[in-house]
């Protein structure tokens, strides 16, 4: 099977836009894993794209693509409109394919009835009002519209198909499919147009490949789920949870809003780092000045130029807090970066923990980020500078009670500044000898008082599970791969 995907730069640069992402480097991360991840399945994956998609993702990133095609160099098209060149794509193709989109990362080949299938697409979506509220808003612009497609946006409930991955064997009718979208495009001067016409996407995209299916009763779309999806139903659990990739889940995509999730990205970064370490490191040297670990390891400037403030009294506790964090920056500056991205690829063994049960679960080994400090602000801040730390750190942290964790990072600043509860200040403590989960489990039940952890055993590990996540996702433990 022929895999295709489609990179526009719309006129952007990738090194410095997010494309929708958190940061620039999450989209280029998920552009590698998503290649990557593709080309471990399938011999044939051909990218299209234009000059700046190649120099960035071919030239500097050197991704495995068997075929690259500079198609969009003089795309008359408004940036917002970016299904436009997808479509582009698809009515490109004289043989079967599948297109993939560069937000979907696979483990596994698609199964045989897709390869094989007339019509392809991720999944069948069911209308809500936010597709509702979209169509609407078009109408009321009184745009030209194909009636069999009319007939569809006037119902309480639009259906349509993700496109995340679409395409199949029935070229004749993907090849009508396009040349309706270009037509609805041209007709309503979308193209060259200034203007904002994100939901437009949508509309010829997705829902017109809902409506012409329907206009013939013999066409099947064979979906990757067999399930049908709300329009507005895309979960993190369900589809951007990377901890399940390559343990429990086929593939995964990371729409809409869920690409400026930290935790999303944060983990995107580890698994690209732990599966593919050269590719990862290809994209932080795109911008190492935004990495000082990497930026200063490369010139005569150092963090101890910026961090010699022995001789400064403090004026506030808060400022007691940021020299403690300056001195720690010196000392771990003198950390090896290979150390670094050791404990950073170890830190993705916990996956494994997550998705494990009993006891493989329970005799997983977990120890503590060797160069972890713990910052007591309960015993140092008044509440005032308590809230300031806490709006300085995570404003979003659930309690006022909190210390802080501080660990060396490769990326960013260089460190890592974790607020943790009373519970997790535990696990920690108890973590200075690395101890099995099951250990774990046992003596942190003196932390629970008179409460009889016997009669509320499953609330107990589900919350010491919860905590461990947290403090896993934030790399100060890590699990012993056994």
């Not at 045989?112 to 209308?127: H, K, W, Y």
Request: proline fraction near 3%.
């Amino acid at each position: 099977m022929r895999i295709v995907q489609t990179f526009w730069s719309g006129g952007k640069n990738p090194i410095n836009d997010g494309f929708g992402w958190l940061k620039p480097r999450y989209n280029l991360m998920s552009w590698a894993l998503s290649c990557l991840s593709l080309r471990k399945q399938y011999d044939e994956v051909v990218l299209y794209t234009d000059s700046t998609g190649y120099d960035i993702l071919i030239n500097q990133l050197k991704l495995p693509y068997t075929d690259v095609i500079i198609e969009y160099d003089n795309l008359n098209c408004n940036p917002t409109l970016w299904a436009y060149p997808k479509v582009l794509t698809y009515s490109l193709q004289e043989k079967p394919f599948i297109h993939v989109d560069g937000d979907v990362f696979i483990s596994r080949k698609f199964r045989p009835e897709i390869e094989f299938a007339d019509l392809v697409s991720q999944n069948r979506e069911t209308g809500t009002p936010y597709y509702k509220g979209m169509m609407e808003a078009i109408r009321r612009e009184q745009v030209n519209i194909p009636e069999f497609l009319d007939e569809e946006l006037i119902k309480d409930s639009i259906s349509s198909y993700n496109a995340g991955i679409i395409g199949g064997n029935d070229l004749e009718f993907i090849k009508e499919y396009c040349d309706t979208a270009f037509k609805y495009i041209k007709d309503n001067h979308l193209d060259g147009r200034e203007g904002m016409f994100i939901n437009h996407n949508i509309l010829f995209e997705q829902i017109l490949f809902y409506a012409l299916t329907k206009q013939y009763s013999e066409k099947r779309v064979t979906t990757v789920l067999d399930f049908s999806v709300n329009d507005n139903g895309y979960t993190y659990n369900d589809f951007c949870d990377l901890s399940k990739f390559e343990n429990s889940t086929k593939f995964l995509h990371i729409l809409g809003g869920h690409k400026r999730n930290e935790k999303t990205c944060s983990l995107l970064g580890r698994v690209l780092l732990k599966q593919y370490p050269e590719y990862f490191f290809r994209i932080i040297n795109l911008t190492p000045d935004f990495h000082k670990r990497f930026y200063l390891k490369n010139s005569d400037f150092t963090i101890s130029k910026l961090c010699n403030q022995d001789d400064i009294v403090p004026k506030s506790e808060v400022k007691k807090y940021d020299i403690f964090l300056q001195h720690l920056s010196v000392e771990w500056n003198k950390i090896p970066n290979k150390e670094l991205i050791d404990l950073d690829i170890q830190s993705c063994n916990y996956f494994k923990f997550l998705n494990d049960s009993g006891k493989d679960k329970l005799s997983t080994i977990i120890r503590i980020n060797p160069y972890i400090n713990l910052y007591e602000s309960s015993l140092k801040c008044s509440l005032e500078n308590k809230l300031h730390l806490k709006k300085q750190i995570n404003p979003d942290f659930y309690t006022n009670t909190f210390d802080i964790a501080c660990i060396p990072d490769l990326l960013d600043n260089g460190y890592k500044e974790v607020l943790i509860d009373d519970l997790s200040y535990n696990i920690l403590q108890i973590l200075e000898e690395e101890r099995t989960f099951s250990d774990l489990l046992k003596m942190l039940e003196v932390c629970f008082g008179s409460i009889d952890i016997s009669k509320n055993y499953d609330t107990y590990y589900m919350q010491i599970c919860s905590k461990l996540e947290y403090l896993f996702f934030h790399k100060l433990i890590y699990s012993i791969d056994n």
